[in-house]
């Protein structure tokens, strides 16, 4: 296994190497006081004339007791978290917000959504950003209109720089790709890219939304399947599978792997990208509290609400999954992803930027589903990006996301 650090800071930790150097064995291209007590009353008057045996004046009342001044009022108790750890929404509400950094991303998180162009284009909506049809067992947290869209597009890249700038590690044979199927496409990019790279490969992108372009390369078709459900491919039918980005979709990865040792072919290769929901730092430790330091908790509580697990990548759920359908010569690469354009390494100060620019297009668009599984307002939502985003551009904690890539094979 080869393991993939991002440059750190000379405060604490070594240089990373550049992730552009893809592993050994690839062949292919992160109140107030009480008042006090009352006044003496004044002494009565004298009479005009005095008496021959004066009337003894009326003794002055006694002052009275003095009383406890009242308890000041309580300071509020920091809100408590859920046992997994989130802090209530209104935490986020209540903590004041620094002034945020200026950025040549701008700030705007629109939330306008796409006219529907037919009927298969049947989305929904929630807090005004457009998601995926209630369609099988689809449940996919992200949302798929057009600012997510430049959001994944921008991951893409990023991604394959992660990657030595390739498409794939698995050690395919490229002179012999004749059929290509890529799971969860998305906007269809790597699917384009990989089409154009290959062409003659016919290539299949599958997701359960349409919303790729309808200008790709004549050796791509894309189409309409949920991959949680038995695939419509028939089997032995592929030459490679390619998976990514997944996180949080699939409620059985065994049963998902073994789908896609079913539809390769005898000596076929499948591989799978996947992005941790951590937020680390190797120069100062995030703390919980900060947003960064909640974003995986949020992710994490989030799934066990709709039954979809975002700590694949720590629980190497991947490989074990893989191993389970009968996937051998099995191969991972681990690297970090850096989260702002903080790293001197160009090749890393690169990936970072571009992490950075994929949230700051639509921070909303990742944690508005998941948020909505855990009963957080419009508002809440919004103040706890706000916290996010300044959190991110300031570049307090330098941090970094892990990410995986496993490759198998099925046996000849």
Known sequence: ??????????????????????????????????????????SPAKAD????SPAPADPAPADPAPTDPAPADPAPADPAPSAG???????????PLPEDNDSVLGESLRTETDSLRSSIFNYRTIHGRRYHSEVGNAEYWGSNDEQQMESMDLNHYGLTLGIGNKLFLAPLDEDKLQRVLDIGTGT????????DQFPQAQVTGTDISPIQSSWVPPNLKFEIEDCTLS?????????????RWLNGSITDWTAFFKEAYKTCRPGGWAESSESSGLILSDYEPIPDTTALGQWSKVFAEGGKKIGRSFTIVEDGTQRKAMEEAGF?????????????????????????????????????????????????????????????????????????????????????
């Open 328 to 412: 051998v010569n099995i191969q991972e690469y681990n690297y970090q992803r850096p989260l702002g354009s903080w790293p001197k390494d160009p090749v890393l100060k690169e990936m970072g930027s571009l992490a950075q620019a994929a949230w700051e297009a639509d921070i909303e668009g990742y944690i508005l589903f998941i948020a909505n599984t855990l009963g957080w307002t419009t508002e809440q939502i919004q103040v706890y990006i706000a916290h996010l985003r300044y959190e991110m551009r300031s570049g307090k904690y330098r941090g970094y996301i892990p990410q995986k890539v496993v490759w198998g094979q099925r046996p000849e």
């Open 1 to 42: 296994m080869a393991d993939k650090t991002p440059e750190t800071p000379e405060k604490k930790a070594t240089p990373a190497s550049n992730p552009s150097s893809p592993p050994a064995d690839a062949n292919a291209k992160t109140p107030e006081k009480a008042a006090g007590p009352g006044s003496k009353p004044s």
């Open 231 to 243: 695939w419509t491919f028939p089997e032995a039918s592929m030459d490679y599978v390619h998976m």
């Open 49 to 52: 004339t005095a008496p021959s």
């Open 85 to 95: 750890g989130v802090l209530p929404a209104d935490h986020w509400t209540q903590e």
């Open 188 to 195: 269809g990019i790597w699917a384009i890219d990989f089409a």
